[in-house]
């Protein structure tokens, strides 16, 4: 006996289906941010991404919102660690080069 799997689709369906694979396709990562101070991250709220956390640091979207809270300095961009460990490898102090003589 054989199996049939009949699936209608209509074109609505099919626009919905597509659109969400282009977002997923086209979807840029998000920043990582800081609150400047305590009462910011007790005002402020990212429309899609939420409030921020008690502590810490929190990733929202790469868009105009975040961009807009960036240039006014409500929040910073929090760099990431694994670029600062290796940033200070090569970066050593003059003291560090000197030879006991």
């Known amino acids: ?11 609505g369906q099919r626009q919905r289906e597509k659109v969400q694979r282009m977002q997923k396709l086209h979807q840029r990562p998000g ?5 400047k101070n305590d009462d910011m991250r007790r005002l402020l709220k990212h429309p ?10 929190m990733e929202w979207p790469d868009d105009s919102f ?3 809270r960036l240039r006014d300095g409500d929040i910073k961009r929090e760099e ?3 670029e ?8 050593r102090s003059p003291a560090s080069h000197q030879t006991k003589e």
Not at 1 to 11: A, D, G, H, K, L
Not at 48 to 57: C, H, K, N, Q
Not at 84 to 91: F, G, L, M, T, V
């Open 66 to 68: 975040t961009h807009r």
């Open 31 to 35: 920043i990582r941010v800081t609150p």
């Open 1 to 11: 006996m054989v199996n049939v799997n009949i699936r209608t689709i209509t074109p």
């Open 84 to 91: 600062e460990k290796s940033d200070q490898a090569h970066h």
């Open 48 to 57: 899609r991404a939420g409030a921020f956390r008690s502590e810490g640091s």
């Open 80 to 82: 990431k660690k694994t």
